[in-house]
């Protein structure tokens, strides 16, 4: 009898996690469930989620293949297909970037392909559109799964592995209150936005997707004669101005060059890295930190001297990272970066500094589940920002369309500092912040801080919450003068085996697997975007696979 296996979401991390399951294995039965009515888009990319003009900040060269690459799958369509995604043909290329709904579409494909693929190998797969997961119960033997179905009625099903792939966390209602927005998403909320005063909290992509989303209910960007790309508002919009905030008050940088695959590291490499987490336990931070300085020193030796690397610590690093672009007004760097950025792209030159914090992040986020309570902290408060800064850069146009509603008089930017106060009951609609001695009254708010880390008390499924077994991820206290031990704590997220299974004593089934990306951001705090989805999803399907064969092999 095939073995029967639920996947929860069918975006990236559910396509992934079927690419490693429809090989010429033993037949499977796969059921897929999808709340959309259109599975294979996935949120972030789903056309009734996402404005046209917003971007996707990943690259076809850096997209991990599904069945193809998206420059090859975006070559082989007809000239009204790329006429409606508003793509050139002779402009598709490995390094360019585009539409999230774009993205959509070339998931979509994949997915299908794959299912053609599954059912051509002998596997059974129901996919099913418009059935949202409602409760889960780990049992002895199976795992029972509460759907709710088109019809408002409930179905109950059994499965022998179940994957919770439901990627982002996004609220099922965006306007909370009259003009404030908890999130970007679904962006056609925010075209009913009139043109008034608007804030934006957040300065990364999601807050740029916000701000291109209204801006473009308002007006539109087209190139001028010399070939700049300007803002055109629409008669009757002189009220629109968009102030976009963070405690920095800076911008993204725009993509940058690099060479891919990457070279590999010298000195903070993966078996650096392990030897420490097998040999130091209370100051396994400070060592990695010194792996870092060596790798950035012996690659860029000049950028090492000029911010002064071998006097800064872990607490200093992020104030000598942004320094120059903290002390120089937004918009006249974001100006600099893009114009060195697309002269660096068109040379094919590499930032070697740059290029070296980009490759160290993924081998240092391998130290991160073996950190203490003291040093967790301590990373995610001072050292993460410098990684995440580096890895999301922006598309050139994004950079482009910043600049173009700054000339236009129709954007600035606000640092809030540390200490910041949002306001949204005192006030009919929108909200008023304050910060740094100002006060600032906005008509309609949006928060576009992005996917927020979840923990155990977030579950979603009643029962699943109710029976104890996702619980808050554990790391060593701070050891004891004493006796020089550290007992273990619950800080966050959700405690997880190497496999995404959640750890538990109780006598149940172990073949639940969380890859939502929420519940892993406190130990992975790297697991953004399509290529997490690709690793989460094969180590998963792999899991799955080799419990099959290990169960076949025993009744055998």
């Known amino acids: 009898m095939s073995s029967k296996i639920a ?13 490693g399951l429809v090989g010429k294995a033993e037949p499977l039965s796969i059921t897929i469930f999808e709340s959309e009515a259109d599975p294979g888009k996935g949120t972030p990319y789903h056309p009734d989620l996402n404005d046209q003009a917003m971007l996707s900040n990943i690259a076809s060269i850096e997209l991990p293949p599904v069945c193809e690459t998206l ?115 679904p962006a056609p909320a925010l075209k009913k936005i009139g043109p008034c005063r608007v804030g934006i909290l957040g300065t990364s992509l999601s807050g740029i ?81 010194e792996l870092f300085k060596a790798e950035l020193l012996f690659c860029d030796p000049e950028y090492a001297s000029r911010i002064g690397l071998s006097f800064l610590t872990v607490e200093t690093i992020a104030k000598a990272y942004f320094n120059d672009r903290e002390t120089t007004p937004p918009f006249q760097w974001a100006a600099r970066n893009l114009a060195e950025a697309e002269a660096n792209k068109k040379a094919k030159y590499t930032v070697e500094w740059r290029y070296a914090i980009l490759r160290m992040h993924e081998v240092i986020a391998l130290a991160i589940p073996h950190l203490d309570e003291k040093d967790l902290e301590r990373f995610h408060k001072y050292f993460k920002t410098v990684f995440v800064d580096d890895y999301a850069t922006v ?93 273990l704590v619950r800080t966050g997220g959700v405690d997880l085996d190497e496999k995404f299974r959640p750890i538990f004593q109780d006598n149940l089934t172990n073949r639940l697997y969380c890859g939502s990306i929420a519940f892993l951001l406190h130990k992975l705090p790297f697991v953004q975007g399509i290529t997490s989805a690709r690793d989460i999803g094969s180590v998963v399907s792999k899991a799955i696979l080799e419990t099959n064969a290990q169960l076949q092999l025993s009744a055998a």
């Open 209 to 289: 997707d916000a701000l291109i989303t209204v801006a473009t209910a308002h007006g539109s960007f087209l190139l001028d004669e010399q070939g700049v790309l300007q803002y055109h508002p629409m008669a009757e919009t002189d009220g629109l101005h968009v102030t976009m905030m963070s405690r920095k008050g800076v911008l993204p940088e725009a993509d940058f060059y690099c060479e891919i695959p990457y070279r590999p590291l010298q000195f903070c490499t993966e078996a650096a890295i392990e030897t420490l987490i097998a040999t130091r336990r209370h100051d396994l931070l400070d060592a990695v930190f």
């Open 395 to 487: 598309p050139h146009a994004s950079i482009q369309r910043l600049l173009a509603l700054y000339r236009a008089g129709k954007l600035d930017i606000q640092a809030l500092g540390n200490k910041s106060e949002i306001d949204n009951e005192s006030v009919e609609r929108g909200a008023v912040v304050r910060a740094q001695g100002n006060t600032y009254t906005f008509d309609a708010f949006i928060d576009a801080t992005g996917q927020h880390t979840l923990s155990a008390r977030d579950i979603p499924f009643p029962t699943l919450k109710q029976q104890g077994v996702m619980r808050k991820a554990t790391t060593s206290a701070v050891p004891s003068l004493v006796d020089g031990e550290g007992a």
């Open 71 to 185: 420059s090859d799958w975006l070559r082989r369509q007809p000239d009204e297909e790329l006429q409606r995604f508003g793509i050139e043909r002779a402009l598709i290329a490995d390094r360019e970037f585009y539409p999230r709904v774009v993205l959509g579409e070339f998931l979509f494909s994949q997915f299908s392909q794959l299912i053609e693929i599954g059912k051509a190998n002998g596997h059974s797969i129901d996919v099913r559109a418009s059935h949202r997961v409602r409760d889960i119960e780990l049992r002895q033997k199976d795992i029972r799964l509460s759907v709710s179905a088109p019809d408002g009625s409930t179905e109950e099903f059994a499965f022998d592995h179940v994957v919770m792939a439901t990627g982002h966390d996004f609220p099922e209602t965006t306007e909370v209150k009259p003009g404030y927005y908890m999130s970007p998403w």
């Open 7 to 19: 996947i929860i979401g069918s975006g990236p991390t559910g396509i992934y996690t079927l690419k």
